[in-house]
């Protein structure tokens, strides 16, 4: 993990709570220069898991692996000797006009029956906003929060996703 320091901090949390649970389930005693496909195969082929989450499973070790062969604490490559999990293919989700109405709806109710401490309604009106920008962009949580003023060029109608000193884009 301190080689993937680059990263997000969600991404070194997944990264380190997927190990931790494959550690669980090896021999103590096996040495990583030992390791093969059947030391990965009842972690990501455990019963009852979702297609969804064995894939997960084996995307990460398959990272793990690989930085463990550019690092030359083994020499072979065990995941390629394990069967990958196929992905199951789903339509995506998107919101209909009819629910994007029903959630600015419920937002706005929302912001009327709720008072502050001085019995002040909150304003919505920003997270209205932020709601349809999302909506109509695609915009990941993270990067609309990052967006700044300078990002936005309304004569050209564009919106600029940057990268910065404490965020990354996808």
């Known amino acids: 993990l301190e080689h993937k320091q680059h990263l997000r901090s969600s991404t070194l949390d997944t990264y380190r709570q997927q190990l931790t649970a494959w550690a669980k389930k090896l021999p103590p005693d096996l040495l990583l220069r030992n390791l093969d496909a059947e030391d990965l195969e009842p972690y990501v082929w455990q019963p009852n898991l979702s297609a969804a989450s064995r894939c997960k499973r084996y995307r990460h070790l398959r990272v793990f692996i690989n930085w463990a ?43 009327q029956t709720v008072k502050d401490v001085a019995g002040r309604s909150p304003d919505v009106g920003w997270l209205i906003d932020t709601i349809k920008i999302g909506v109509s962009t695609g915009l990941r949580r993270g990067e609309l929060v990052n967006l700044r003023w300078e990002d936005i060029n309304f004569e050209t109608e564009f919106l600029i996703v940057r990268n910065r000193e404490d965020f990354r884009a996808k």
């Open 69 to 111: 062969r550019k690092t030359d604490h083994i020499s072979g490559n065990p995941i390629d000797d394990l069967k990958k999990p196929k992905e199951e293919k789903k339509e995506p989700a998107f919101l209909s006009p009819e629910d994007l109405d029903t959630l600015i709806e419920k937002t706005e109710k929302h912001g």
